[in-house]
């Protein structure tokens, strides 16, 4: 009977480490991921800048989407290029700088028409960056091109962490920033 309890006091914790594999092992992600479409949106006919209004036009359009973690997401048409705009509390943050302005990967760079974005939450579930593909030519190249550019939410502030390739080295971007 002895040696049935002694038994059943060695297995008993590696049992209750198999029910909870995360926690016992301290594998549980530090960030998790959740998705929002940038398909299922409305048409805007102005969007208020902090330097100017977009109006809805032949070459300009907006139309907003829901996010997550209390954000709105707009996006901003202008032919041939496209670009975001993250509203919380009634605050807006233009992207076209970073996305637009700035970019270097190539020519035209669009909001992806796959139409996802990808939200970084951390273990409290609070919203630390997002991932969005943009999709641009290559001058030279019939070929379209894509990449995720990753951005670090610092109090509700977007920061471009860079661009990628991989949806692993995007979220990597953004959890080591987060940190």
Not at 41 to 55: A, N
Request: some cysteine; aromatic content about 6%; hydrophobic content about 40%.
């Amino acid at each position: 009977m002895r040696a049935t309890a002694l038994l059943l006091l060695a297995v008993l914790p590696v049992m209750a480490c198999l029910a909870m594999p995360g926690a016992a092992f301290g594998s549980s992600a530090p960030f998790s991921s959740l998705y929002s479409s940038l398909k299922k949106c409305q048409t805007v006919e102005s969007l208020g800048l902090p330097d100017r209004t977009i109006r809805r036009s032949d070459r300009e359009g907006v139309v907003r989407c829901p996010g997550q973690g209390g954000f709105t997401v707009y996006i901003v048409d202008q032919d041939p290029r496209s670009w975001l705009v993250l509203e919380r509390g009634g605050v807006r943050a233009p992207l076209q700088r970073e996305m637009v302005g700035e970019f270097k990967l190539g020519e035209f760079p669009t909001v992806s028409e796959k139409g996802m974005m990808e939200w970084r939450l951390d273990r409290r579930k609070a919203v630390r960056g997002f991932i969005v593909r943009v999709e641009y030519q290559i001058p030279g190249s019939t070929e379209p091109a894509s990449a995720l550019l990753a951005f670090l939410l610092e109090n509700g502030k977007p920061r471009l962490l860079g661009a990628t390739t991989s949806n692993e080295k995007a979220r990597a971007l953004i959890d080591s920033a987060a940190r």
